[in-house]
């Protein structure tokens, strides 16, 4: 039978949305919240992050004990995750437990917050930053996005720095959380054996007394520009080489080129980087991306490397950005193009990848796509799509960030062209002075 999307809202401003297979033998319910590190005062930063965990602590119900048991007792696949833009809550269960979970949920968004929690999860919240700093790639992720969108709220880190968590207090969780946690800014989504009618009638009984919120998102332009950093890590031993450049956003139509062009370039296997860097030996990982965000997007690039060989692997990524310009063959979209749609059947026949899926556009766009409409649009692309997007998004400006043990320093890039993107790469020489990371 084939698949129908529902619709319906409720007094309070709640959207419920719902994909419906009566041919599913599961279903996937996901609450989900249009906040982020993009929305926190800087005093705050990490209190998105921070209410992810508060929330599996239980509302004034339940404890956190009873938490992780109810969604045991239904033998659940749960979780929750914080983005710069987005939180969401999600439970996959068998149909008999709708209810249930549907009850659940909206404990979990309710937290009591209680002081003592607060207390105890903000250690654990210091630790998990601590273990992030460990982490190379985690580092230079935050690094390199502060520096490519400078005062722009994506600049935000989603963990927050060790000062401000720190420094956060209660109450100003609770502000933030009444500000932006309600009808008005989420959604509740639902996938698979899915009976909408008694769904409403559920999510009336749970959410109805909810409400409703007005949390504006500040959509500034952010300013970019040609920028070169390199940081020294002494403990390290090898070079992590990340990169952003503008690209469409999560309201452009072309996002759908600009990642049938991302696993051209950069795609784990088979891509230009693969066989350019990694198949080479010049790279251990050469990855290119996309991350579409609320109004403006971005490519990225990620490379790891022997630090002598860095200046060469980013002349080569560069070099490759350029050549897909002018030299793209049709063979090489078909094959991502092939790739792409195989990966969207493949999460669609899973109830709880259609719930994140719609949810998650909903939150972003208040629209729903089918499964049919994205791998339509997918596969409508050309090589002129793809050539268009690069002449709309040219790699230009581009943020290039090091972090290693490799010596350097910040250099500012003065114009557009990848030759000089290229001779400041090289121009990186090892320098008496160390910055080291903290």
């Not at 209680?114 to 654990?124: C, M, N, S, Y």
Request: hydrophobic share 35%.
């Amino acid at each position: 039978m084939p698949l129908t999307f529902h619709h319906h809202q409720l007094d309070n401003g709640l959207d419920i949305i719902a994909e419906t297979n009566p041919d599913s033998h599961s279903i996937a319910v996901g609450m989900f919240v249009g906040t982020g590190a993009r929305d926190e005062e800087v005093t705050i930063n990490g209190v998105s992050h921070f209410l992810e965990h508060m929330m599996f602590k239980g509302s004034e119900k339940y404890t956190w004990e009873d938490v992780n048991r109810i969604f045991d007792e239904m033998g659940a696949r749960y979780n929750a995750s914080t983005s710069q833009e987005m939180t969401a809550y999600y439970a996959n269960v068998l149909p008999e437990f709708t209810d249930r979970a549907v009850e659940h949920l909206a404990h979990l968004l309710r937290p009591a917050i209680r002081l003592g929690d607060f207390t105890t999860e903000k250690k654990v919240i210091l630790e998990e930053i601590a273990s992030y700093l460990d982490d190379p790639g985690h580092r230079l992720y935050e690094i390199a996005m502060a520096e490519h969108f400078g005062t722009h709220p994506l600049s935000q880190s989603i963990l927050g720095s060790a000062e401000s968590v720190q420094k956060l207090e209660r109450d100003q969780m609770t502000q933030y959380f009444t500000r932006r946690y309600g009808p008005g800014n989420m959604v509740l989504a639902a996938t698979g054996r899915v009976d909408f009618p008694q769904f409403i009638k559920i999510a009336q009984r749970f959410c109805g007394s909810w409400r409703r919120v007005d949390a504006p998102r500040h959509h500034p332009q952010p300013v970019h520009q040609n920028r070169r950093r390199t940081l020294v890590d002494p403990k390290l031993n090898r070079q992590y080489i990340m990169g952003f450049t503008p690209g469409p956003s999560a309201q452009d139509e072309r996002r759908f080129a600009a990642r049938v062009l991302s696993d051209v370039i950069g795609d784990s296997e088979g891509s230009r980087f693969y066989w350019a860097l990694v198949d080479n030996a010049i790279a251990e990982e050469a990855d290119f991306g996309f991350y579409p965000h609320d109004r403006c997007g971005s490519y990225y690039l990620s490379l790891i490397c022997d630090p002598d060989r860095t200046d060469e692997a980013i002349d080569i990524m560069l070099r490759e950005l350029e050549k897909v310009k002018h030299d793209l063959t049709p063979d090489e979209v078909e094959r991502a193009k092939n790739k792409i749609a195989s990966s969207i059947v493949l999460q669609g026949e899973v109830p709880l990848g259609r719930m994140r899926a719609i949810g998650g556009q909903w939150i972003y766009n208040k629209e729903y796509r089918s499964l049919e409409q994205d791998l339509a649009t997918l596969m409508a692309i050309t090589p002129q799509s793809l050539q268009s997007l690069m002449r709309d998004f040219p790699f230009d400006p581009m943020t290039i960030v090091e972090l290693g043990p490799r010596p350097g320093k910040g250099i500012l890039i003065p114009t557009s062209t990848a030759d000089t993107m290229k001779s400041a790469a090289r121009a990186t020489a090892p320098a008496a002075d160390l910055w080291p990371i903290t």
